[in-house]
């Protein structure tokens, strides 16, 4: 039920294990054979779950890239609107893989929308012989067609109770997106956009502990400006500042993508340098 949804979700702010939830309740209201949620932001995929056998061996960036390219696309993104295919061939060939059931299977992609902003979709395969009901009194509006011959304009399930579930499902991923943005920004410098002395030493950790794992070397430099004082009370602060940027931009320059930079503190910085000595 919707409690038990909103219970599950509240209690984390962990990506993965919200996605996982949604996937896991989603299963009660429709028990399907295969369930997948993108999460895209700018149009680029950020992040992704997959439950069920179907598409296992599929690249996840192939299948937001062929939905991204359908007809259907713009519904979903514009008018936030189900789309329901009841030909699977469809979506197979886009995607130039094997069916690996002969049960006659329906698809479903419904929107996630968070406060006026698309947030990704959940694609959704199931039988339609494990769905008990149908509801009769769904409307049209709900609901728009792709491959669909038949005329059948029903969702396996009543039109309200997914939009509750998305709607929910939407408002804990947004949370956990926010978390994400709070916490990487008390990890980076305001004035350099590096990493701070916190978000320094978090990162390291890790690198450490891979460099004992595999028994790698290490190196650490520590990098202060010369006369810095003088500059500040010569020039004044904001003179300072944009020393302090300059010599932070000519570090990331002259670095590796390995290495890691970080503002220790004042004028002082430092630098990790994996697989180096001194």
């Known amino acids: 039920n919707q409690i038990e949804l909103v219970q599950s979700l509240t209690g984390t702010l962990d990506m993965n294990e919200i996605l996982n939830h949604s996937l896991n309740h989603l299963h009660k209201i429709i028990p399907y054979e295969q369930a997948a949620i993108f999460i895209e932001h ?3 995929l950020i992040d992704f779950f997959f439950k069920g056998m179907l598409l296992v061996d599929l690249d996840p960036y192939e299948i937001f890239n062929t939905i991204q390219k359908s007809d259907f696309y713009p ?3 514009n008018h936030n609107r189900c789309v ?3 030909d699977p061939v469809f979506l197979a060939k886009e995607l130039k893989i094997r069916l690996l059931t002969e049960r006659d299977l329906n698809w479903i992609v419904f929107p996630l929308h968070y406060s006026g902003s698309f947030l990704g979709w959940i694609l959704l395969i ?3 012989d494990q769905i008990a009901t149908k509801n009769s009194s769904t409307s049209s509006d709900d609901v728009a067609h792709q491959e669909n011959q038949s005329g059948d304009l029903l969702l396996p399930v009543n039109s309200n109770l997914l939009t509750n579930y998305t709607s929910t499902v939407a408002v804990s991923i947004r949370s956990a997106q926010l978390h994400a943005e709070a916490q ?6 305001d004035l350099t956009n590096i990493y701070n ?3 320094f030493f978090d990162i390291a950790q890790i690198k450490l502990n891979i460099a004992l794992q595999q028994k790698s070397t290490l190196a650490a430099l520590m990098v202060d400006i010369d006369h810095f004082k003088q500059v500040n009370d010569q020039y004044g ?4 500042d944009y020393v302090i940027r300059c010599v932070a931009d000519e570090c990331k320059k002259n670095i590796r993508e390995v290495d890691l930079l970080g503002r220790y503190g004042g004028e002082e910085f430092i630098i990790l340098l994996p697989d180096c000595t001194i």
């Not at 990487?184 to 410098?189: G, P, Q, T």
């Not at 602060?237 to 300072?240: F, N, Q």
């Open 126 to 128: 199931y039988a339609q």
């Open 184 to 189: 990487k920004l008390a990890r980076i410098d």
């Open 237 to 240: 602060h904001l003179a300072g």
């Open 75 to 77: 519904q979903l993104k």
């Open 197 to 199: 002395r916190r978000g």
């Open 42 to 44: 700018n149009g680029e």
């Open 84 to 86: 329901y295919l009841t």
